[in-house]
């Protein structure tokens, strides 16, 4: 079973920066399209950025121009670079990612979450 690993996340205070990742349990699973999403208390899971195998990237008007998601092909990993952190962008963070391989095509694999708290 496949399995997304992220790692980074933590407290910091507003103003300040946090770096997260994201990779894959199995190499056999390549990331194609890999992105975070985040879900603060009572409020829906969201959409914060994504990147293509391509390069690629969306984000949340939210988070433009203070986040950027950039991803190693070679290593398989995806991150998340998180700058001018304010308190509303405390929330659990999780990693989305699904595969053009046959083994794993068809679904969307999700990390556990990482917690990332920003306090003002």
């Known amino acids: 079973q496949v399995q997304l690993v992220e790692s980074g996340g933590g407290l910091v205070q507003a103003g300040g920066s946090l770096g997260l990742s994201c990779a894959a349990s199995?190499?056999?699973?390549?990331?194609?399209?890999g992105g975070w999403y985040r879900q603060a208390p009572g409020k829906p899971r969201e959409l914060v950025a994504s990147i293509t195998r391509g390069g690629s990237t969306n984000y949340a008007d939210s988070v433009k121009g203070r986040f950027t998601i950039s991803r190693d092909n070679a290593k398989n990993i995806v991150y998340l670079q998180m700058n001018s952190l304010k308190p509303e962008d405390t929330a659990v963070y999780y990693c989305?990612?699904?595969?053009?391989?046959?083994?794993?095509?068809?679904?969307?694999?999700w990390g556990q979450g990482t917690q990332v708290t920003v306090s003002s």
């Open positions: 989305k990612a699904d595969s053009r391989d046959l083994r794993y095509v068809g679904r969307d694999y």
């Open positions: 199995e190499s056999t699973f390549s990331i194609n399209v």
